[in-house]
Structure formats: structure tokens, C-alpha cells
């Protein structure tokens, strides 16, 4: 069963760093596009940021400079660098990946369970 599992998740002070990492359990053939997002109490999903299947990056404009995401194709594996955390960066993390299972398949959306970072002093 292919799904993709997160830590790196925690409780920071305000101007600490985490590194969220997303890694495939399973058998894949490959990895494309990655997405960062995030949901905090009382507020909508927001896409943090995303990795283009060609390693082009975007980001929202409240964590532009502060945060970077990454891929490791050879480790199945998305990360999100998070530097100088403010309090407002509080919420539950969600990575969502492009999938290839088998060569012969189309690409599919996965989700990771999400992970928890809490910014407070």
C-alpha cells in the first residue's frame, strides 16, 4: 500500500527552524509535483508551497524567504525547510504528492496524515 508519511513536526520558540519531510512507504516508480499546505483552527486550507514536476518553486507570499521546499527523487521524498517561524505559521501541516505507482499507470494525488507545528514562546 503506497501513502506517504510526514514528520519533522513539533513545537518551536518564534525564530526557531523545523524540516517537515514527506517520504513514500511503498513501491513507486516515480515522484513529481510536491505541495506544502496548511489549516489552522478557524481558517481554510492554504497552499504554502509547491515543487514542479521540473523542480520549479513557488511560494505563499507570508512565508516567501523564510521557507524553501525541496525534492529527493532518489529518496521518494518532499521536504519543507521552515526558518525564522512566527507564531501565525501555528497549524497542521499537509503534503500532497504526484505519484507514478507503475510505469504503465497514470500520475496520482496522494496526501500525507498531516503534522502538527505549534510556533509559541
Known amino acids: 500500500q503506497v501513502q506517504l508519511v510526514e514528520s519533522g513536526g513539533g513545537e518551536v520558540q518564534p525564530g526557531g527552524s523545523l524540516r517537515l519531510s514527506c517520504v513514500v512507504s511503498g513501491s513507486i516508480f516515480s515522484i513529481g509535483a510536491g505541495n506544502w499546505y496548511r489549516q489552522a483552527p478557524g481558517k481554510q486550507r492554504e497552499l504554502v508551497a509547491r515543487i514542479s514536476s521540473l523542480g520549479s518553486t513557488t511560494y505563499t507570499d507570508s512565508v516567501k524567504g523564510r521557507f524553501t521546499i525541496s525534492r529527493d527523487s532518489a529518496k521518494n521524498t518532499v521536504y519543507l525547510q521552515m526558518n525564522s517561524l512566527k507564531p501565525e505559521d501555528t497549524a497542521v501541516y499537509y503534503c500532497?504528492?504526484?505519484?507514478?505507482?507503475?510505469?504503465?499507470?497514470?500520475?496520482?494525488?496522494?496526501w500525507g496524515q498531516g503534522t502538527q507545528v505549534t510556533v509559541s514562546s
Open positions: 500532497n504528492v504526484v505519484l507514478r505507482v507503475r510505469p504503465a499507470s497514470d500520475s496520482q494525488n496522494y
